[in-house]
C-alpha cells in the first residue's frame, strides 16, 4: 500500500518546503524506496503559465508539456522521480474539474459543496501519482491559517482518517528565529502555528524547525512539551551555504529513520556517498569563472532558478565556482557592452518573453560573436543568435522575430502554429518534450555524444524555414532540428569557440549528479576562455 507523507509551512511563506521535501524524498530515495512528489497549491489560477515571474518565480515545465510550480524543479533535482501534470495542483484546477462535472450534470443535481466534493477532489489528485511508488511526498503550499489552504488540509486530515497512522506522516516546517536583541531563539512562532494546525484536527508528526543555528536539547524540550510532538521529532532544519547540503543535516539527525519507523518500514542501507562527493566538490571550487546572465527578470532570482542550479552543477563537474554577473538587457541598449560585460568569461542569454531588453540581448549576442566569448542562448536567446546573424552576417538589415517587431521585412522567427503541418498541435505554445537529431561533427553533437537528444520547450516562435538556406549560406549552422516537423532546435557560427543556441530550455533536465551536457560543455568553455586571457595578460 502507497504511504503519503504530507508537508505543512506555519508562520511565513518561503521557509523552503519546497527543498525539505525534495530533501526527504532523496534521502528515503537513499534506502531504495520508490518515492514521487506532489504540490498542491492554493490559489485559484488553473496553473502558473500565465503568472508574472515577478510575483510567482520560475515557470518549471514537464517532459507531458505541464506549466508548474517552480518546486517540481527542485524535486527533479533532488531525487529521480520524473514529474508530471499530476504532480502539480492548484485550487484553481480543482475547482474547473468540479465546476465542469457540475455542468455535465455529474452530480446529480446535489448541492456541490467544499466538503465533500472540492475534498474529494483533491483525495483523488494525491492518488493520481501513487502507482508503482512506494511514498508520495505532498506539498501544501501556502501557509496554515490561509483561508484558500483550509479545503488542503481538511483533505489531508480526511486522508489520516480513511487510511491510518501507519501510512499517512504529518510534516510541519516552522519558524525559531534568533532575536539578536536579546539573544534568544523564539519558539512561540512554532507553538502558535502547531496551534492552528491542531486546531484543524491535525498534529503534526515531526517539526522543521528553520533556524540560523542547531538547536540544543532544551529548545527542543521545549518546543516538544507545547506542541505534543516526540523529542526526536523535533528537527533543526538550519540554514546552509548550498541547498544540496540540506539532506545530509536531516540526515545527520536521523530524520529519515524517524520517518522510516513512524511509517512501519525498514530501514536499508543508507547509500549517500555520491551526495557527500558532490557536496563536497560544490564547497571546495578549485577556481572560478564569471558568466553574465542577460536577463529581463535580472532582480529576482527565482525567475531564473532552473538556470542558475545548471551552471552550478555544471560548475562542480569541473571544480568551478560559477560567478553570475546578473545584468538588465535594457542596460546593454544605453551603455558600451564592453564597459558592462568587463571581465566576463561567458555570456548566456536566457528564455523570456515580450520586445523590452530585447536590443540589448542582440547587443551582447554580437559582441559575443565579434570577440570570440563562449554564448550560449536559450529559447529566446536562440532568437537573439540567428536574428543577429541574418542582420549582420547574412545581408539582412532590420531583420527580427515578429514577437519582437510584427512589421519587419524579414521574419526570421513566426508563430509555431502558423507553420504548415504543425496547426494541429494546437494551443499557442510548443510544450513539453521533443525529439532533436544531431548533425554529425557538430558543437551540440560533441557535447552530448550522442546523435538523438529529447528536449523540454515553453515558446511561441519558431525559425522561419525560409530563411534556413540563405542563413546556412552565409554560414550557420543548424545542427539541431526536429525531425517531426522539421523545426529548427539548436544553431552555432563556424570560427568560434563555442556559439550555440538552443530553441528548448535544457536547464530543466540538470541534476547535481548529471549536470546538463550543454551547460557542462559551455562553463569548460568560458573556463578555457578565461585560462587564455589570463596567460595573454600575464605574457604582455
Not at 186 to 209: F, M, N, W, Y
Amino acid at each position: 500500500m502507497t504511504k503519503y507523507i504530507f508537508v505543512t509551512g506555519g508562520v511565513l511563506s518561503a521557509l523552503g518546503k519546497g527543498i525539505a521535501a525534495s530533501s526527504m524524498g532523496m534521502l528515503l530515495e537513499s534506502h531504495g524506496y520508490q518515492i514521487t512528489l506532489q504540490k498542491f497549491d492554493p490559489y485559484l489560477n488553473v496553473d502558473p503559465g500565465t503568472m508574472n515571474p515577478f510575483q510567482h518565480g520560475e515557470v518549471y515545465v514537464t517532459d507531458d508539456g505541464a506549466e508548474t510550480d517552480l518546486d517540481l524543479g527542485h524535486y527533479e533535482r533532488f531525487t529521480s522521480t520524473c514529474t508530471t501534470q499530476s504532480h502539480n495542483w492548484t485550487a484553481g484546477k480543482i475547482y474547473e474539474f468540479i465546476l465542469q462535472k457540475e455542468r455535465k450534470g455529474e452530480y446529480l443535481g446535489k448541492t456541490v459543496q467544499v466538503i465533500p466534493h472540492v475534498t474529494d477532489e483533491i483525495r483523488k489528485a494525491f492518488r493520481t501519482v501513487s502507482d508503482q511508488n512506494d511514498i508520495v511526498i505532498g506539498e501544501i503550499g501556502g501557509t496554515v491559517g490561509d483561508i484558500e489552504g483550509q479545503p488542503f488540509l481538511e483533505a489531508i486530515r480526511q486522508m489520516r482518517l480513511a487510511l491510518g497512522v501507519q501510512n499517512t506522516l504529518f510534516v510541519h516546517l516552522t519558524l525559531v528565529p534568533f532575536i539578536k536583541t536579546s539573544g534568544e531563539l523564539k519558539t512561540k512562532p512554532t507553538q502558535h502555528s502547531v496551534r492552528e494546525l491542531r486546531a484543524i484536527g491535525i498534529q503534526p508528526d515531526i517539526l522543521l524547525c528553520r533556524t540560523d543555528r542547531f538547536l540544543g536539547k532544551n529548545i527542543r524540550s521545549k518546543i516538544s512539551l507545547f506542541t505534543n510532538v516526540p523529542l526526536d521529532a523535533v528537527i533543526t532544519a538550519k540554514d546552509v551555504e548550498n541547498i544540496y547540503e540540506i539532506p545530509l543535516v536531516f540526515a545527520q539527525q536521523g530524520l529519515d529513520n524517524i520517518i522510516l519507523k513512524q511509517m512501519n518500514l525498514s530501514p536499508r542501507r543508507r547509500r549517500l556517498s555520491r551526495w557527500k562527493s558532490m557536496v563536497k566538490r560544490m564547497k571546495s571550487p578549485q577556481d572560478e569563472v564569471n558568466i553574465a546572465l542577460i536577463g529581463k527578470y535580472a532582480g529576482l532570482h527565482d525567475s531564473y532558478i532552473s538556470l542558475i542550479q545548471a551552471l552550478v552543477h555544471a560548475g562542480t563537474a569541473h571544480r568551478l565556482k560559477v560567478n553570475v554577473s546578473w545584468i538588465e538587457a535594457e542596460q546593454l541598449e544605453e551603455e558600451p557592452p564592453e564597459e558592462v560585460l568587463k571581465g566576463i568569461d561567458g555570456i548566456l542569454v536566457p528564455g523570456g518573453f515580450g520586445s523590452r531588453g530585447i536590443e540589448g540581448k542582440i547587443q551582447a549576442t554580437t559582441y559575443a560573436r565579434e570577440h570570440k566569448l563562449p554564448f550560449f542562448g536559450l529559447c529566446l536567446g536562440m532568437q537573439c543568435a540567428a536574428v543577429e546573424y541574418a542582420r549582420n552576417i547574412s545581408g539582412f538589415p532590420g531583420a527580427n522575430s515578429t514577437e519582437f517587431d510584427p512589421s519587419t521585412p524579414y521574419k526570421i522567427f513566426f508563430k509555431w502554429r502558423e507553420l504548415k503541418g504543425v496547426q494541429d498541435l494546437g494551443g499557442t505554445m510548443r510544450l513539453g518534450q521533443y525529439k532533436c537529431q544531431l548533425e554529425r561533427n557538430s558543437l551540440a553533437e560533441k557535447a552530448y555524444r550522442k546523435q538523438t537528444v529529447f528536449e523540454r520547450h515553453r515558446h511561441r516562435f519558431e525559425f522561419n524555414p525560409q530563411y534556413e538556406k540563405p542563413l546556412k549560406d552565409s554560414g550557420l549552422i543548424i545542427s539541431g532540428k526536429n525531425p517531426q516537423y522539421g523545426l529548427v532546435e539548436i544553431v552555432e557560427i563556424p570560427n568560434h569557440p563555442w556559439f550555440l543556441g538552443c530553441q528548448f530550455h535544457p536547464e530543466f533536465k540538470s541534476k547535481p549528479l548529471q549536470p546538463h551536457p550543454l551547460f557542462k560543455s559551455f562553463i569548460g568553455a568560458s573556463y578555457a576562455y578565461r585560462c587564455q586571457k589570463n596567460k595573454n595578460h600575464s605574457s604582455s
